[in-house]
């Protein structure tokens, strides 16, 4: 049975976390650093078994993005080996006293950053994650269930195998990273379920995955990664600023999470700006999608419909609203947005507070363009996803996101009257 | 239906949620002001609903603690009002930077605490909960739906008019503080299943309750509660130390999750500790449960079953056992306790690292009874909850627990590369 199999990991895993809890930072480092190793000796291994991953995936006629993101070449190895060495620099969160206070009778309370034990991941495609993951997730002292999806299983397999390699050789549990091979449907949601031996699940993927680990999960979940993202050009816009920062958001990277997809434009600018716009993108062939007001200014883009105000495109698509007030503009993102990354472009500093403080999002930004939300980018080193929900981390989540805190109570004999 | 009913109340809530989330400290002050004096204005109103829910109860056969804990007398009414007054005097969380940094190229990247929005409370009996947590959820910026149990129906009903009357008068939305009448089961499924309008959902009570929410909620929840904790006799014990933590912990209040349930005793101290227990909490008639070990000590001790070592009796029962070491103290925690609020006592530094680190609860103490984890001892002011769970917050719940965080991104018009 599928399912027992991986309840069997899982308990492995927390035997694992409860060791890798207690290991100093030196250690996990200097496995860090053989993990790292093990990868690039079996570099010609990787490649072979991702070949083999994309010929069947074309055989079965994954196209497109999902067979671009599968692909995993020695030039991506390196990329996420280098990535390796980035979470070998960071300082261990593990330990970090977060707060201390001493009570009139002695007793010295302490919250301190302990790791969270066993954390799962599920998601799609992309083989780099499970390297980034196993990383994270050793340096913050958890183990990891790597749950890839079924097209990248050879490339993964190789991956976890050089990582447990470098784990034993190490001296640590091989076991702080295992990949759950049964790639059934039935094997996740059993993972899923696993409360009090999984202590966190991250899905990566796109809104079908998310909605059906929300819906079948029994262990805390951190909801990741679908942005629909807004950039508003405010009536007081300075319009240059505004046409740069609404083209980057868009083209700089259109397949990511934190690439705009709507832009919404307030009335008393819209023809001056909308031209501008509409000239700036024309040579990234970006396609226009608007609302009436916008085709009247536009008649070259295409007519939005309803669905497209909540359509997370990943592509070189641009949805355009005219808002008629910044209310109008607030309520269509609270509406319409995923709560990931929103910006306005005004040089008014009260109606930029009002959209900053009004505007539900894990970042909201004043001036710049929604392509920051990022780990990297807002100085935490590396990121495991990033997180849309409110609950524990909202935004890109580092190695401290995936630690949880413990109180530690000193005393001398203090009891309670 | 009643499900539409809840579903209503939450879009209520959700727009009365974002408008508080923009009012200013002294605003959510004034309105806690008026809600104690309209609390205390309607003490006669509350007495009355008390007494006929009691009655109900005692007709329904409800008895012992149950019946007492619904119990909502003048002195309970000037209690809570009193705690009403201490969120007062408690800083604002809402606005609060944690961190801030400036990249290179000026922008400003800012981590900001904001409400969390709609949080969902499913209690039991104990009305005072219905104004602690409206309390505490107003001064958070959130709104608050209160499902409380049935049989505390009418005094609930009484104490949030009161408090939503004191909301209109302050000029605040009154649907920012809402009861769930339907006390059926289905409605409090479809609260826990309202995705996108219930941001956190907190139950209280039982591990009955706690479990049922767990597995229904689709909705971010934080576990409560429960607490089937332990204090550890080391080999290194000083015994005087020993008995009064042990005493304490047992019998300052055992009706309360942080009280002691399990006694693990090193069978090094074993012969000279247990007459010493078995003496000091014979005044308070505590009723000891031992192992084969411990009886052979303590014939007087009655035997302990299986199920005693899980089993939170929030009562004046103590199981004790004889452990021959550390790690087997370590273990049985592990595999037994409900991750709250865990002791040792020993004069040996090394052996309370260990055991700080190495068991997995909210709180761990060194020389310490666990009656100490708690809002108001851990300096927290006020609590809503001890979270045992590991996401967002773990121990004693306050003010900036059941707020989020959002990160707000100041530039002057940057653009990624």
């Given at each position: ?6 309840a069997a990991q ?15 930072r ?5 496995a ?6 093990a990868?690039l ?7 072979r078994?991702?070949q083999e991953?994309?010929?069947?995936a ?5 196209t ?26 960071l ?5 970090e006293?977060?707060?201390e ?5 002695g ?8 790791p ?9 495609a992309?083989p ?5 993951a196993a990383?994270l997730?050793l340096?913050a002292g958890?183990a990891v269930?790597l ?7 050879e490339?993964n397999?190789?991956?976890?195998e ?12 091989a ?8 790639t059934?449907?039935e094997a ?9 031996l999984?202590d ?15 819906e ?12 629909n ?7 007081a ?8 920062i609404a ?13 705009a997809e ?7 600018v819209?023809d001056?700006?909308?031209p ?16 009436a ?10 007519p ?9 495109f990943?592509?070189?698509v ?9 209310d109008?503009a ?11 990354s929103?910006?306005i ?7 930029a ?11 909201v930004y004043?001036?710049?363009s929604?392509?920051?939300?990022d ?5 935490l080193?590396a990121?495991?996803?990033i997180?849309?929900q409110?609950?524990?981390a909202?935004?890109?989540m ?5 630690c ?9 004999g203090?009891v309670?009257e």
């Open positions: 049975m599928s399912g027992s199999r991986v899982a308990v492995r895993a927390q035997a694992a976390a409860r060791v890798l809890g207690t290991v100093r030196e250690d996990k480092d200097r860090l650093e053989l993990m790292a190793q990868l000796r079996r570099a010609a291994e990787v490649e078994a991702n991953d994309e010929e069947r074309r055989e079965e006629g994954l497109g993005p999902m067979l671009a993101r599968l692909s995993f070449d020695r030039r991506r190895l390196e990329r996420v080996v280098a990535g390796i060495a980035d979470v070998r620099a300082p261990d969160p593990v330990g006293v977060v707060e206070h001493v009570r009139p009778d007793l010295v309370i302490r919250k301190v950053r302990v969270m034990g066993v954390i799962a991941m599920i998601y799609e992309r780099n994650v499970t390297v980034d990383a997730c340096k958890s269930l749950r890839g999806g079924s097209e990248a299983v490339t397999r190789v991956l976890v050089a990582m447990r390699e470098a784990l034993t050789q190490a001296g640590l549990p076991d702080a990273v295992q990949m759950v091979e049964d059934s449907r996740a949601v059993e993972l899923m379920r696993l409360r009090g999984v966190l699940l991250i899905p990566r993927g796109g809104a079908g995955l998310i909605g059906r680990v929300l079948e999960a029994r262990v805390p979940v951190i909801e990741t990664g679908v942005g993202c807004h950039v508003f050009v405010d009536r816009a300075d319009l240059d600023q505004a046409v740069r083209v980057n958001a868009k083209v700089s990277n259109p397949a990511v999470c934190n690439a709507t832009l919404l434009v307030h009335r008393a819209a001056a700006f909308l501008r716009l509409a000239a700036a993108v024309a040579p990234y062939r970006v396609e226009l999608r608007g609302c007001d916008t085709r009247a200014i536009l008649p070259e883009a295409l939005a419909s309803e669905a497209d105000w909540d359509t997370e990943l592509d070189l641009y949805a355009v609203r005219v808002v008629d007030s910044l109008e607030i309520a269509h993102i609270n509406r319409h947005g995923t709560r990931h929103e910006a472009v005004t040089e008014d500093t009260e109606r507070r009002r959209f900053l403080t009004e505007v539900d999002a894990a970042a004043h001036n710049a929604t392509r920051f939300t780990g990297y980018e807002f100085g080193g990121e495991i996803g997180s849309t409110k609950l524990h909202r935004g890109p580092g190695l401290r996101e995936i949880s805190t413990k109180y530690v109570v000193l005393g001398q203090q309670r």
